[in-house]
């Protein structure tokens, strides 16, 4: 019989995948599950019209020291690749950029009322 500690973490997105990480580091041995077939959560990927979608606005900033030194821990670090974004959102199949106060107001999945209401709160914050 196996005396090394287990933990069990439930969800396989970012969070979860560290916390498996941590404990795993920590010597117990982890066992993470996962709802869906592919691990990530909702910083998972979709294809629409051949380009790869998030399920969910994520990002790394450069500053994001944590998850970047995470990365080269794993011998991930390789893979990312620093680039300028643009945020949209997909309603109703059409893609609505999303990221300048103009943008905002052309946004007509919401009403023009919900559209200055929703740049007041940014405003204020």
Known sequence: ???QREAVVVGGGPAGLKAAHVLAKG???VTVLESSSLLGGLASSFDVQGARIEKYYH???KGDDD?????DELG???KLHWKSS?????VDGQLYP???????LRFAPLSLTDRVCAGL?????
């Open 86 to 90: 643009r945020m949209a959102y997909f």
């Open 98 to 104: 999303f990221l300048t106060p103009i943008e905002l």
């Open 76 to 78: 991930l670090s390789a």
């Open 121 to 125: 709160a940014v405003k204020l914050v």
């Open 59 to 61: 990002f790394i900033c």
């Open 27 to 29: 010597g117990l041995r």
């Open 1 to 3: 019989m196996s005396t």
């Open 67 to 71: 998850l970047v030194s995470t990365l």
